[in-house]
């Protein structure tokens, strides 16, 4: 049985910084692509940043330069490091692994909320 586990969400400040964690099990986690989502009250879920299997990283252009995705892949772990947070990043931030067969998992999700 797959799980894919977030942690690390909160109340934070402009400004500031939040570490997210994703624990995954019951998966090859080495073959997966491992991505974060997020999604705001009333808005579309939007890919936030992307640790492929080959060590691939991509960003949003609206988090570039701010956050930063990371993985251990002797941990089952994905991380996202997210630095100068702003009100607009408030949203509820969700964890998804991918196969190279496109099969996809997605964790429970994790609330950020950015504000003074």
């Known amino acids: 049985q797959v799980q894919l586990v977030e942690s690390g969400g909160g109340l934070v400040q402009p400004g500031g910084s939040l570490r997210l964690s994703c624990a995954a099990s019951g998966l090859r986690f080495d073959l997966y692509d491992m991505t974060w989502f997020r999604q705001a009250p009333g808005k579309e879920r939007e890919l936030v940043a992307c640790a492929t299997n080959g060590g691939t990283t991509i960003y949003a252009k609206s988090v570039k330069g701010r956050f930063t995705i990371s993985r251990d892949n002797a941990k089952k772990t994905v991380f996202l490091q997210m630095n100068s947070l702003k009100p607009e990043d408030t949203a509820a931030y969700y964890c998804?692994?991918?196969?190279?067969?496109?099969?996809?998992?997605w964790g429970q999700g994790t609330q950020v909320t950015v504000s003074s």
């Open positions: 998804n692994a991918a196969s190279p067969g496109r099969v996809t998992y």
